[in-house]
């Protein structure tokens, strides 16, 4: 592994532009909420009444505001060393939204996911995205303290159709793009000028759960792009294709893991 830090940092210093591609492995790990004893009491309170499912989200928005640990601040710490000074781009599949306070560009960086920064109309029925309402917030986070009973929970609704208010994020009924779209158009601009620079794209972690947004035209880059070179770190999915085989490298790691080991070096 260390041989392979070792390359990859001179891949990035020697590269015009680099790419990163943040998959499903570099996301928090949601079993820490599972396993917190106050939610699960409030699991078997809420049961299956359908009218309390919206508070989880607003419960995982706790533990993310809570703080990120110290092996993600790692993580997001080297990654953010690495990049500097660099002209980058970085695609993430993660809804954790670590990557925002992370201390990265925002006009560098795009999530199709969708997170927990903004909301949304669960239909969508007007194509805008709205703030979160602090109250709800702050009243989910009261009745995690046990200050106040389920009963006096009210679920956010969209102040125009009075359909539910949603997280803008994959999942949701109508996933308003717009919170995104944006930031998309800018990177497929940015991706039009690696044409024929050196450009090394390093892909942390991801899976085949959206393939179509990180694997396969990261693949593609490479192929048609002769100074291009691809890291591929995922535990199992590491693997790269034949025709990008003397360009790539597939590394079977934990992505963290990975670049931590840059550091020691
Ligand atoms: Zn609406």
Redesign the pocket.
């Given at each position: 592994m260390d041989r392979e830090c070792l390359e990859l940092r001179e891949k990035i210093q020697d590269a015009e532009l680099v790419l990163v591609g943040l998959g499903e492995a570099c996301q928090y790990d949601w079993n820490a909420l599972l396993q917190d004893e106050r939610y699960q009491e409030i699991e078997r309170e809420t049961g299956d009444d359908e009218r309390y499912v919206w508070i989880v989200p607003f419960l995982q928005k706790m533990i993310l505001r809570r703080g990120r640990g110290e092996r993600w601040e790692k993580f997001y710490h080297i990654l953010r060393k690495m990049l500097e000074g660099k002209n980058y781009f970085i695609v993430s599949l993660c809804m954790d939204d670590y990557l925002y306070d992370a201390g990265f560009d925002e006009s560098k960086v795009v999530s199709p996911c969708g997170g927990f920064r903004r909301m949304q109309?669960n239909?969508n029925?007007?194509g805008e995205l709205s703030d979160m309402p602090e109250e709800s917030y702050e009243a989910v986070l009261r009745y995690y303290r046990r200050e106040i009973p389920l009963t006096a929970l009210e679920e956010p609704v969209?102040g125009?159709?009075g359909?539910k208010l949603r997280f803008n994020q994959l999942g949701v009924e109508r996933y308003a793009q717009e919170g995104y779209l944006e930031q998309w158009s800018h990177y497929t601009k940015w991706l039009q000028g690696t044409v024929n620079k050196k450009l090394c794209i390093l892909e942390l972690g991801a899976g085949m759960a959206y393939p179509g947004i990180v694997r396969f035209p990261f693949e593609k880059v490479v192929y048609y792009n002769q100074k291009a070179f691809l890291y591929r770190v995922h535990p199992q999915l590491y693997q790269v294709g034949e025709e990008i085989a003397d360009r790539s490298l597939g590394v079977a790691e934990n992505p963290i893991d990975f670049l931590m080991g840059l550091e020691k070096l």
């Open positions: 109309c239909k029925c007007a969209c125009r159709c359909e």
